[in-house]
């Protein structure tokens, strides 16, 4: 399949039956490899024709890229061939880790450290050689910053030039973040370099009382967090863009409602561009 354009939608198991007696799909799907690797049956079979229509992503959960423990070979192996079975250009990760002496279950901050770059550069370079092709990496939500001695920004930017990876800008995480951390979410976004940025995502957040935004993917996405992706179109042009929904998920009617808004501002940024 060819590289994707245009806005996407997070593929999920429990969709799978709407999905397909559906005459409407987004313009491409992103799955969790680790959540389809092991499925055979009626599972295998819809994934196949969907695969065979349309292009996908992966985008996956348990690499641990930034953590202590060595890097798992064996699931790489298998990312491997799930994507050559199924035409799969691309593979994202999460710029975290999620392991040390055991699988831990949620997504842990990389201390922004000169340190911690040479070990996540040095486990990028490895992946990208075995894969044969550039690691894309997700700016990741985070809210204890652990002896930083540098911005996210500065991190992230150093981690980009010295592994050439390239990235997945996630603009609610960067929304959550400026928020949490308090810096300009809009100066974080202009900064990074365009020609690293291959696909976005979208999602929405849970606001706390105590004024803290948790990233939980589980709600519609505020107009603050579209205004910031409409910034991000101005800056860096219309990327592919995938509205992620891991929680909660409504019928995939009402999602199909998000995504076309998503497509709207597409459109309305690229005329923007052309009229410029």
Not at 29 to 49: D, H, M, R, S, V
Not at 77 to 104: K, N, P, V, W
């Amino acid at each position: 399949m060819s590289m994707v354009q245009g806005a996407g939608l997070g593929l999920r198991r429990s969709m799978m039956e709407q999905v397909l007696q559906s005459n409407e799909r987004p313009d491409f799907w992103e799955i969790a490899p680790e959540n389809w690797l092991k499925l055979g049956g009626k599972y295998a079979k819809q994934l196949n024709q969907i695969a065979a229509e349309q292009p996908l992503l992966c985008h996956g959960l348990s690499l641990s890229i930034g953590g202590p423990e060595p890097l798992d070979m064996t699931l790489l192996q298998q990312i491997r061939t799930f994507m050559a079975q199924h035409g799969i250009e691309q593979y994202s990760e999460h710029l975290s880790y999620c392991d040390a002496a055991g699988h831990l279950y949620d997504l842990l901050p990389i201390p922004f450290t000169a340190g911690a770059i040479d070990h996540l550069v040095s486990r990028i370079h490895q992946v990208q050689e075995f894969l044969q092709q550039p690691l894309i990496l997700e700016n990741s939500s985070y809210y204890l910053m652990p002896g930083a001695e540098m911005s996210e920004l500065e991190f992230i930017i150093e981690v980009q030039r010295r592994s050439g990876c390239e990235l997945l800008l996630d603009v609610n995480n960067a929304y959550v973040n400026g928020h949490n951390h308090g810096y300009d979410a809009r100066a974080f976004i202009a900064a990074l370099p365009s020609q690293a940025i291959r696909y976005l995502h979208i999602a929405g957040h849970l606001q706390e009382d105590d004024g803290l935004i948790i990233d939980t993917h589980g709600a519609e996405v505020i107009d603050s967090v579209w205004q910031l992706l409409a910034h991000t179109y101005q800056v860096h042009g219309v990327k592919p863009t995938l509205l992620e929904r891991d929680f909660n998920i409504p019928p995939y009617a009402e999602l199909l409602q998000e995504y076309r808004y998503l497509k709207q501002l597409q459109q309305q940024a690229q005329e923007l561009a052309h009229a410029s």
